[in-house]
């Protein structure tokens, strides 16, 4: 099977059902374990990224939060939040199919703090230099959640493994 071209056909497909252009798939063992279009037009879920979603469905489906042996097939180069999911599930590689400046002439998503051409100097920033408004509110008892993770899992300061892939 062809994963780029499925990739595409299901961002085509949510486009013609009024979604946005960007899917995912993902594959292992030469099979798609999961597949997934934007569905934030959808849903109005900001959250509902199609790689969001697919990597969801695929980790309930593997019963893991670990991805290391499949290959990910994206759209478009990743959304910070997106790149941020796809580091943490560790998948053996990520192949995107169009960059950015390739479609920026025909697509765009610029929302109050949100401009794709500067997030990610914008997500550089130190959090009180953001755009988006922060405040650091200290509280001692935060720190005892993670004190009590601590005790948990026997002074244990990792909250996982990742398998070999």
Known sequence: MDFAQRTIEL??????????????VI???????????????QTND???????LAIG??????????????TIYVLAHPC????????YCSPREVVFLITRESYEQYYL?????????TFY???AKPWDRRRLPMRYRPHEAAVDVYRFWNERNGGRRTSTVVPPG
């Open 11 to 24: 961002a085509r497909r949510n486009v013609a059902d009024g979604g946005r252009p960007f899917a995912t």
């Open 27 to 41: 594959a292992r063992d030469g099979e798609v374990l999961a597949e997934s279009a934007n569905r934030v037009a």
């Open 46 to 52: 900001p959250t509902a990224h199609a790689e969001i």
């Open 57 to 70: 469905e695929a980790c309930r489906k593997l019963g893991t939060e670990h991805l290391v042996d499949s």
């Open 80 to 87: 910070p939040m997106c790149l941020g999911s796809l580091y």
């Open 109 to 117: 998503d610029d929302r109050k703090y949100f401009e794709v051409a």
């Open 121 to 123: 100097d914008e997500f």
